[in-house]
């Protein structure tokens, strides 16, 4: 199992971006999937989440209106679109397959990518 995730980068207070992870070594469209994120000397939380068909989002409080998870099971990959970026979206984004329980937390989860670091600027 091989979960990669690209995008990201640097952007603005109120601008977009794009992260992405790419699925392998699994069949992708029997799995739900998640965003978590860390910021420096916090936990890891829960961002979004989405079920194996896309029938149902899930969303923290702090980012439901303002980003988007999606998924293509064809190309057995997920995406989560950032819009109206906030400073404090500022962690590193990690995706990740959920084995079990609630799409909440961590624990649920079996296999995580290796992150990948999103910075907003005020």
């Known amino acids: 199992v091989q979960l990669q995730a690209s995008g990201g980068g640097l952007g603005q207070a109120g601008g977009s971006l794009r992260v992405s992870c790419a699925a392998s070594g699994f069949t992708f469209s029997t799995y739900d999937m998640a965003w978590f994120r860390q910021a420096p000397g916090k936990e890891r939380e829960f961002v979004a989440g989405?079920?194996?068909?896309?029938?149902?989002?899930y969303y923290t409080d702090s980012v439901r209106g303002r980003f988007t998870i999606s998924r293509n099971n064809a190309q057995k990959s997920v995406t989560l679109q950032m819009n109206s970026l906030k400073p404090e979206d500022t962690a590193v984004y990690y995706c990740?397959?959920?084995?079990?329980?609630?799409?909440?937390?961590?624990?649920?989860?079996?296999?995580w990518g290796q992150g990948t670091q999103v910075t907003v600027s005020s």
């Open positions: 990740a397959r959920r084995s079990s329980g609630t799409f909440y937390d961590t624990s649920s989860y079996d296999f």
């Open positions: 989405i079920t194996r068909f896309a029938f149902s989002s």
